[in-house]
């Protein structure tokens, strides 16, 4: 039986880094961001991303996500790869657990969700899962 799980997260720490900056090609870079996550979901998050900018106010990023915590009252961590986008001042994203890679009570975890930031800097995601 699928469950869905919502919260938040707030972004801590950001730190990008420039992999290509070519005079006529999308600047390519690669951001290290952590995270604290509220609500259903509750605990610490680490994100490595790839990040490309089409234009300088728009960007398409891939990645992983790193869930260390609580997922509606199970403790373990859980890893998710991303898929995004940056436009109009709001990053969005869809996610999906990566198969295999929970621990503790969240081993086994399948399903998918995503995430839409807010004006505050908080970001609302949902979750929804089976084991």
């Not at 260390?68 to 986008?85: A, F, H, M, P, T």
Request: negative net charge; contains cysteine; charged residues 20%.
């Amino acid at each position: 039986m699928t469950s869905t799980s919502t919260g938040t997260f707030q972004v801590t720490g950001w730190d990008e880094k420039p992999v290509t900056e070519e005079a006529g090609k999308p600047k390519v870079t690669r951001a290290h961001v952590t995270c604290t996550f509220s609500g259903g979901v509750t605990g610490s998050g680490i994100a490595d991303y790839l990040m490309v900018y089409p234009t300088s106010d728009t960007a398409r990023f891939v990645g992983l996500q790193q869930i260390d915590g609580q997922i509606e009252g199970r403790s373990g961590s859980v890893v998710l790869e991303v898929n995004g986008k940056f436009e109009g001042g709001i990053a969005s994203a869809s996610w999906s657990v990566v198969p295999a890679a929970g621990t503790g009570d969240l081993r086994g975890m399948t399903g998918q969700g995503g995430y839409v930031s807010k004006s505050d800097g908080s970001t609302d995601v949902t979750l929804e899962y089976d084991f």
